[in-house]
């Protein structure tokens, strides 16, 4: 029990019983499958990083009109189709070593900040059973071509069951893009021990002022950052969305 300048802290909420619902008395049922293991680990651990990390997400956008004329000249000059996700990667990496705040991690405890000097990046695989998290090392010593091949050698290994738990792990900050689907912004949740993670849709055709006030066509990229905010204040989160449509430009 707490004085007035020092109350004890308030016991926790009791948590409601999940409804257990005969559905039937509603209308035919289909059938009843179990979650496959993938889908447990996932709703476990998002469970646990929606609870207790305080979430806030900074939208904007990039003007990447050059950057898509860029990439579809140094596709072609290696010789393979080129996505948006290793240039977002390099960019991130990038800040990553800018911004130290978002290269870090909360110990066990909560009461320890953890700086990371190497730059690995995460990016989710919607996999036929179940979302995964890849992890791409060093990505700050790698080219764009490069990356692409490793993108495109984990995603494979993650849908076909095959991807190690090694290439699962060590992330510093991760990339969930839904741009082949669609959507202008989301709310992507935190992958613990990691403070931050970057929510990419779909671009868009949008009118800009020019020159002389001339309206040009620009296409503009949505991006959503979600932080952890114990450890990440909104200023710096701007700053860093600022700074990456930046590189992205």
């Known amino acids: 029990m707490g004085d007035l300048n020092h109350p004890a802290p308030a016991a926790p909420m009791p948590q409601a019983p999940w409804p257990d619902v005969d559905f039937s008395q509603f209308g035919e049922v289909g059938e009843t499958l179990p979650l496959s293991r993938i889908q447990k680990l996932t709703a476990s651990y998002l469970s646990r990083?929606?609870?207790?990390?305080?979430?806030?997400?900074?939208?904007?956008?990039?003007d990447i009109t050059d950057l898509e004329l860029r990439r579809k000249q140094e596709g072609e000059a290696a010789g393979r189709k080129l996505t948006l996700t290793p240039y977002l990667m390099k960019a991130l990496?990038?800040?990553l070593a800018k911004y130290p705040q978002f290269n870090a991690s909360l110990d066990a405890s909560g009461q320890q900040l953890v700086f990371k000097k190497y730059f690995h990046v995460g990016m989710a695989v919607d996999t036929p059973n179940g979302l995964v998290v890849a992890v791409l090392r060093d990505c700050d010593r790698k080219n764009v071509p490069e990356l692409a091949q490793e993108i495109e050698d984990l995603a494979a290994k993650a849908k076909g069951r095959g991807l190690p738990m090694k290439d699962m792990v060590g992330g510093c900050i991760t990339i969930s893009s839904l741009g082949?689907?669609?959507?202008?912004?989301?709310?992507?949740?935190?992958?613990?021990?990691?403070?931050?993670?970057l929510g990419v849709?779909?671009?868009q055709w949008k009118p800009r002022r020019g020159k002389d006030?001339?309206?040009e066509w620009r296409l503009m990229l949505p991006l959503s950052l979600s932080y952890d905010h114990r450890v990440i204040n909104g200023a710096d989160a701007a700053r860093f969305t600022a700074d990456l449509a930046r590189l992205l430009a």
Do not use: C, K, M, Y
């Open 49 to 62: 990083n929606w609870s207790v990390i305080p979430h806030v997400t900074h939208h904007d956008e990039a």
């Open 93 to 95: 990496a990038e800040l």
């Open 180 to 197: 082949h689907i669609g959507g202008t912004a989301f709310t992507p949740i935190v992958n613990a021990p990691e403070v931050a993670i």
């Open 201 to 203: 849709t779909r671009a």
């Open 213 to 215: 006030d001339a309206v």
